[in-house]
């Protein structure tokens, strides 16, 4: 027996020992590679919380009242639940921040508390008071296109309409009421988009077919982008964004029945709005929508899967530090988005171009507090409310396609899959080769036909 003990020694060790060697070898590789990560966005933390004071300060100087943050961590409280506010706000993990409590210690030292104690919590009742009141921020932009919203009493979503029988876009249009018994679409955009997204690409495929002319169809610009509102009594809340589409949408052009075409985070609006109006909604396209079960904090699995610390590559580490830092993201935005104008004919000078890509416009047309409300409200915490839509549509057998591009590097391709793992009723098809917007860019023929085709077959309720 001892022999055999022994005869069996020498062959394992070797075995346990590489087994340990390599364990150790990929545990070191880890530490060095998040070393730098560590510093990095370590040091961001402690710049964060600087940039907190200095706007604080800035804020006191420029308006005579320090604007919100959501600096301080908070409990999970029921308000927040209720409003539909996103737990990534107040719950982001900031070791050093804690550590250093620079914020406190400013306070103290100044011992002007009160001022810096603003709230988002009385955001409810400065919404009865008004609109306007707050009027624009001034690190924002204040040219006219970004402001021209403030000059009307009731002001709308901007919204691109095409009349069926009709080629020719218009805006915003007044001369409503629909009429005729075409029917209609409204096309939803993602995040730092606007409706540029559909009229720019796939609208002109669809103006191509016949069958065109039996749609009307509205491509609106959410709630704080493009040349919509962008209200700073408003946290942008999946519940705002769905009730602004109602009102300059639905109700303004009178719309008993439509079907909805989705991007990304529009997908989480597009469920909203047609589990609310399930009676209306025909049918549902969802493009790259970013699907996860739903579940108690979700939303810290959604930031980081979709926006996680990462250092490279460069729009990796920009998505981090916009989504991350409260106040380095406004400082991103203060140079961006307040001075698009500049940044537009800088580079329309510097290339010699007539115009600059829509898409990276868009980008700069929002506000830092739209930006980042929407992201965290909409995106993140909304990702938790589309089981229970997903649900409401499925019992009531509406009809739900998704286009899922299989090398999408902002969505997770496996989105679509999960989804339909969960609903099978619901129609996925995996696009390969396409990335998160070359699903619809690189293909709009193709996508128009398939659009024709998803709103053809849906059953009329
Ligand atoms: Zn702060
Ligand atoms: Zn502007």
Request: proline share 4%.
């Amino acid at each position: 027996m001892s022999t055999m003990v022994v005869a069996k020694i020498p062959t394992s060790l070797p075995l346990s020992s590489s087994i340990l060697l390599r364990k150790w070898t990929r545990k070191c590789t880890k530490i060095l590679i998040s070393a730098p990560n560590f510093l990095v966005f370590s040091y961001l933390d402690f710049l964060d919380s600087v940039f907190c004071v200095v706007y604080k300060y800035l804020d006191l100087l420029m308006e005579g009242e320090a604007s919100p943050c959501y600096c301080r961590s908070k409990n999970k409280s029921d308000e927040d639940q209720e409003i539909g506010i996103s737990e990534t706000l107040h719950g982001r993990p900031n070791k050093l921040k804690e550590m250093i409590d620079l914020i406190q210690f400013v306070e103290k030292l100044l011992n002007i508390n009160k001022v810096f104690e603003a709230g988002y919590g009385d955001f409810k009742e400065k919404k009865k008071v008004g609109i306007h009141r707050l009027g624009n921020r001034w690190s924002d932009c204040g040219c006219d296109s970004c402001t021209s919203w403030m000059k009307v009493d009731d002001p709308k979503l901007h919204v691109v309409v095409k009349e069926a029988s009709s080629k020719a876009m218009r805006e915003d249009s007044k001369e409503n009421g629909n009429t005729n018994s075409s029917e209609n679409v409204i096309f939803i955009h993602g995040i730092l988009s606007s409706s540029s997204f559909w009229t720019k690409t796939l609208f002109p495929k669809l103006y191509e077919s016949e069958k065109c002319d039996n749609y009307n169809m509205f491509a609106v610009d959410l709630l704080g982008h493009g040349k919509s509102p962008k209200p700073r009594d408003n946290l942008y809340t999946l519940k705002d964004h769905v009730e602004w589409i109602e009102k300059s949408v639905v109700s303004e052009f009178g719309l008993n029945s439509f079907h909805l075409v989705a991007h990304s985070m529009g997908s989480i609006i597009a469920l909203a709005l047609a589990a609310k109006h399930s009676k209306s909604v025909k049918s549902i396209t969802l493009v790259a929508p970013p699907y996860f079960p739903s579940k108690d904090g979700v939303e810290f699995t959604v930031i980081n899967s979709l926006t996680p610390k990462r250092l490279w590559p460069p729009e990796a580490f920009l998505s981090s530090v916009m989504t991350w830092y409260e106040h380095l993201s406004r400082s991103v935005c203060f140079i961006l988005c307040r001075n698009h104008r500049t940044w537009e004919s800088l580079i329309k000078r510097l290339t010699g171009a007539r115009d600059v890509n829509f898409l990276f416009m868009d980008m700069l047309k929002i506000t830092h507090h739209s930006g980042w409300h929407t992201t965290h409200n909409v995106l993140y915490r909304g990702v938790k409310h589309m089981d229970k839509n997903l649900d409401i549509l499925m019992k009531l057998r509406k009809k739900v396609h998704v286009f899922m591009g299989t090398r999408d590097k902002s969505v997770p391709p496996d989105c679509g899959n999960q989804m339909k793992n969960k609903f099978p009723e619901v129609e996925v098809n995996n696009i390969s080769d396409a990335d998160h917007r070359s699903v619809v860019f690189n293909r709009e023929n193709v996508f128009a036909q398939d659009l024709f085709q998803i709103w053809e077959n849906s059953t009329s309720y």
